[in-house]
């Protein structure tokens, strides 16, 4: 009963200052509200990364070729053709923890349909690069080694390609031309979306990779068996290292590398990779956070300064409570309870505040969000954990006063 007496007095002394209360809620609003934002958009990042790394596809490792020296200057990496599909074969076979290591070549094309043309990647791979990559069919069919055995000239299209191309055509039994040859789509793959470096994977045609050779992309003269990359897939994460650890000793003693010499070829971890690019965003997700957490501290000293000026205000009612029986526990509860409940409605409004603006924000900036309870509940509950801290020296001081000196000065 006494606890519901506190309440009482405390929304009464509220409302009769309303003035004074909306000013020391608006910092805990603006608080919450920055918190709210910043962790909806940081959680709905890193549920976009998380996306994007599974759709690179799970226990991947990105050979690629070496880089050459021109004038003692280390060119970029693949600027030597030292990898070839023998060297793919090889690996599949001789290294245990390897499931898939598919041959990859890839040049940026321009491939046009009717009237209608689009700079897209053209890829020449084997079937096994589509299972390597997770890559489901929206329609149509993959193709399968005969048509890598025979160079046919049939593609399979990202989502981007046929929406392009094609706009609100069928793009199964359609031929897309690149330069000279023409190829025939029989497949059209589901949507993937971007990978972690910004890039769209839908912007994409695959052929089988003696196709690409011959036709479209071309063949090295020197090493008409080279290709651009080979892309790994391990038995699970935890044969990954073991597995680098392989690849690396099979090419060396394939191309005749012996000693000190360098590697002409670089081995990837796409996913970890990926992480890196996730832990840079989760340390810079922290330091946003730590500012908007300290204008909930801002907020939070503000209420006390308000409830500070109260306490002086009230000298006169604090006094006539004390003489006709009131305990200065009874003073410090009232005024605490005061300051709690103006930052847990501060807290609230703020939520709500920082849930419309994590809705709308996104929206016209394009950026992903993921709300749920939990930050509500961190949000009301760090409002009343700032009201108690920072209405504990009011309340404190109210409770202290004495009330004959009180009566006194009134």
Request: aromatic share 6%.
């Amino acid at each position: 009963m006494r606890s519901l007496n506190y309440v009482h007095l405390a929304f009464r002394s509220l409302r009769a200052h309303i003035l004074r209360s909306i000013l020391a809620v608006t910092g805990i609003v603006i608080g919450v509200a920055a918190v709210v934002i910043v962790v909806a958009v940081a959680e709905g990042a890193r549920a976009e990364i998380s996306k994007q790394i599974n759709s690179l596809g799970s226990n991947l490792l990105l050979v690629r070729p070496g880089a050459q020296l021109t004038h003692g200057v280390r060119q970029q990496a693949g600027t030597i053709l030292s990898l070839t599909s023998a060297d793919a074969r090889a690996l599949a076979r001789e290294v245990p923890d390897i499931v898939i290591a598919a041959p990859f070549v890839g040049e940026q094309k321009t491939a046009v349909s009717g009237d209608l043309n689009w700079s897209t990647l053209v890829a020449g791979v084997t079937p096994d690069f589509f299972e390597a990559r997770g890559w489901r069919l929206a329609e149509g069919q993959l193709f399968n080694d005969d048509h890598v055995t025979s160079a046919a000239k049939v593609a399979v299209i990202g989502r981007t390609v046929a929406r392009e191309l094609f706009k609100d055509r069928d793009p199964l039994g359609h031929f897309l031309r690149i330069e000279r040859a023409s190829y025939l789509v029989i497949g059209v793959l589901a949507e993937k979306g971007q990978d972690f470096t910004g890039r769209d994977q839908d912007d994409v045609m695959f052929i089988p990779l003696s196709a690409a050779k011959i036709f479209t992309v071309g063949r090295s003269q020197a090493n008409p068996d080279a290709v651009h990359t080979i892309l790994v897939k391990a038995e699970s994460a935890e044969a990954m290292q073991a597995a680098e650890s392989a690849i690396a000793r099979v090419l060396r003693l394939r191309h005749k590398i012996v000693g000190r010499k360098s590697d002409d070829f670089s081995i990837q971890n796409l996913i970890q990779v990926a992480q890196t690019h996730d832990r840079a965003y989760r340390q810079f997700t922290l330091l946003v956070s730590t500012l908007a957490g300290i204008s909930l501290l801002v907020g939070g000293i503000g209420v006390m300064n308000i409830m500070l000026v109260s306490v002086t205000e009230r000298i006169n009612e604090i006094g006539i409570r004390l003489a006709f029986g009131a305990r200065p526990q009874d003073i410090r509860w009232q005024f605490l309870l005061e300051a709690v409940l103006l930052c847990t409605i501060g807290g609230l409004l703020g939520l709500i505040a920082g849930y419309a603006c994590a809705r709308v924000i996104p929206t016209a900036l394009g950026w992903p969000i993921e709300v749920n309870e939990r930050m509500a509940l961190i949000a009301i509950a760090c409002s009343s954990v700032i009201g108690i801290g920072f209405g504990l020296l009011p309340a404190e001081r109210a409770a202290r006063l004495d009330p004959a000196a009180l009566l006194r000065s009134g």
